[in-house]
């Protein structure tokens, strides 16, 4: 299982961006797919997620409202689109999938991280 997340960069606060993560896995229509993050100094936390069936989503309380996941499992990938973007946020955002998972874990393959960072 391989995954590949891209779409990082540098962003102004309020600003936008979207990640994809790219997987090998086929069919992908059976794996839960999350995106995780580390801020420089802290532990690796839970972003959102979203159910193998498609059915759940999940969202950590500091990113409600304002990321979104989703996915196109024909392409076999899935998508966190950020918006209203702060200085906080900014990280090394890691995406994770498990097989008939739930949308919060636990997941066992995991792709290199991409980094995002916002100014303020």
């Known amino acids: 299982v391989q995954l590949q997340a891209s779409g990082g960069g540098l962003v102004q606060a309020g600003g936008s961006l979207r990640l994809s993560c790219t997987t090998s896995?086929?069919?992908?229509?059976?794996?839960?797919a999350a995106w995780f993050r580390q801020a420089p100094g802290k532990d690796r936390e839970f972003v959102g997620g979203?159910?193998?069936?498609?059915?759940?989503?999940n969202y950590a309380d500091s990113v409600k409202g304002r990321f979104a996941v989703s996915r196109d499992n024909a392409e076999k990938t899935f998508y966190l689109q950020m918006n209203s973007l702060r200085p906080e946020d900014t990280g090394v955002y890691y995406c994770?999938?498990?097989?008939?998972?739930?949308?919060?874990?636990?997941?066992?393959?995991w792709g290199k991280g991409t980094l995002v960072t916002v100014s303020s």
């Open positions: 994770a999938t498990e097989e008939f998972g739930a949308s919060t874990g636990p997941f066992r393959n």
């Open positions: 896995e086929n069919p992908f229509n059976i794996y839960a």
């Open positions: 979203v159910s193998w069936s498609g059915s759940a989503t």
